[in-house]
């Protein structure tokens, strides 16, 4: 289950072009079927508010967590953001669910101390949970204008294949460790 916002609902392009349908397409000659419950404009209250009932309705062995980048680019308190990635963290791992837990980070035009504490909230999330990680979900391309649409926000069609590079390594882990356990 992809749990994120815009980035991994596919904004502005086809569905079929975004890295969720890419990694559908790569899984299912594994037998892994992947279920995207991104939502545009999601916050981590808003992912809070509902995970419960995703993790019920779909019964995922594994989440990508990749919330958060809302909440940077509405000021929200550092604090408060992490409060509620790790509220569902720990309803994932309630519900017996691996979580890959994904980056994001904001312009520093919000302040580099509000930029940096954001984006080390990731990293010190993962260590204390000990979460597969993906550091940053636009590595690699953040920087050039042309693989962004017009909002220079969400990444254009030829920019998904690199978010799925991005993302492969980390969910990769936790799926063998899936597959491991199931094996038990």
Request: glycine share 8%; net charge positive.
């Amino acid at each position: 289950m992809i749990f994120g916002d815009s980035l991994s609902a596919s904004y502005g392009i086809n569905p079929k072009e975004g890295w969720v349908a890419l990694l559908d397409t790569k899984l299912q000659s594994q037998g892994v079927a992947v279920v995207n419950a991104s939502i545009s404009g999601e916050t981590t209250r808003g992912g809070l508010n509902r995970i419960k009932a995703d993790l019920a309705r779909l019964r995922p062995t594994v989440m990508v967590l990749a919330l958060g980048a809302n909440d940077g680019l509405r000021g929200l308190p550092n604090a408060e953001t992490q409060k509620n990635l790790e509220a569902i963290i720990m309803a994932a791992r309630t519900a017996n669910v691996r979580v890959v837990l994904v980056g994001v980070q904001i312009p520093p035009n919000y302040g580099l101390e509000y930029a940096q504490q954001f984006r080390e909230m990731y990293a010190l999330l993962a260590t204390k949970y000990k979460l597969p990680f993906v550091p940053f979900l636009l590595d690699g391309f953040a920087d050039k204008l042309e693989l962004f649409q017009s909002d220079r926000l969400h990444p254009t069609a030829a920019a998904q294949p690199m978010i799925l590079k991005n993302v492969t390594p980390a969910l990769s882990q936790a799926l063998a460790k899936a597959s491991a356990a199931a094996r038990r």
